[in-house]
Antibody, heavy 120, light 107 residues
Framework: VQLLQSGGGLVQPGMSLRLSCVAS????????MHWVRQAPGKGLEWVSS????????DYADSVRGRFTISRDNANKSLYLQMNSLRPEDMAFYYC??????????????WGQGTLVTVSS | EIVLTQSPDFQSVTPKEKVTITCRAS??????LHWYQQKPDQPPKVLIK???QSISGDPSKFTGSGSGTDFTLTINSLEPEDVASYFC?????????FGPGTKVDIK
């Protein structure tokens, strides 16, 4: 199982960024997927989840209305579109595989993380 | 939102000593509580799922217990490779939440 992330970087406040995650080693469309972030030296914060088929999504209140999670099962890819970025969004963002098609389970694989820096 | 409180924040122990970390939930979450280990510059890795089911390679090394609001992670016979931060996570109710973490070090 591998989750290969890309798309992080430095952006100015108010700008946008899109994170990508390409999965391998498992049947991608059998599993819900998630994004979790971690500010440098801080704890973990759940950001968003998407069902196996993409029909159901949810977000943390801190990002709702600004971030959009999506997936492309044909290409085994997970995305996080981040708009109107704020300094408090600066963090390592992890692409995370749920342990089943359901959401209410543990997270059994994590990507390597990608750093998003929001600064002018 | 369910708040998870961990204690202690930091623990420094001698090799082979046992470490006990507690996680308390602000409301009943049954056994929807999981434990992760995060070593420096690495992503988290799940150790225990559903409060007490070991996923790590050596089930006698990491043991979990508890239900409802009070949970415990025990690290038996601490070794240098166990130096890490340990987080609890609840998947009972959205938004999913994590404890603030416990940093474990060796004296």
């Amino acid at each position: 199982v591998q989750l290969l992330q890309s798309g992080g970087g430095l952006v100015q406040p108010g700008m946008s960024l899109r994170l990508s995650c390409v999965a391998s080693g498992f049947t991608f469309d059998d599993y819900a997927m998630h994004w979790v972030r971690q500010a440098p030296g801080k704890g973990l914060e759940w950001v968003s989840s998407i069902s196996w088929g993409g029909a159901n999504v949810d977000y943390a209140d801190s990002v709702r209305g600004r971030f959009t999670i999506s997936r492309d099962n044909a290409n085994k890819s997970l995305y996080l579109q981040m708009n109107s970025l704020r300094p408090e969004d600066m963090a390592f963002y992890y692409c995370v595989k749920g342990s089943s098609s359901g959401w209410y389970v543990h997270f059994d694989r994590w990507g390597q993380g990608t750093l998003v820096t929001v600064s002018s | 939102e369910i708040v998870l409180t961990q204690s202690p924040d930091f623990q420094s122990v001698t090799p082979k000593e046992k470490v006990t970390i507690t996680c308390r939930a602000s409301q009943n979450i049954g056994t929807a509580l999981h434990w992760y280990q995060q070593k420096p510059d690495q992503p988290p890795k799940v150790l225990i799922k559903s409060a007490s089911q070991s996923i790590s390679g050596d089930p006698s090394k990491f043991t979990g217990s508890g239900s409802g609001t009070d949970f415990t992670l025990t690290i038996n016979s601490l070794e240098p490779e166990d130096v890490a931060s340990y987080f609890c996570h609840q998947s009972s109710i959205l938004p999913f939440t994590f404890g603030p973490g416990t940093k474990v070090d060796i004296k």
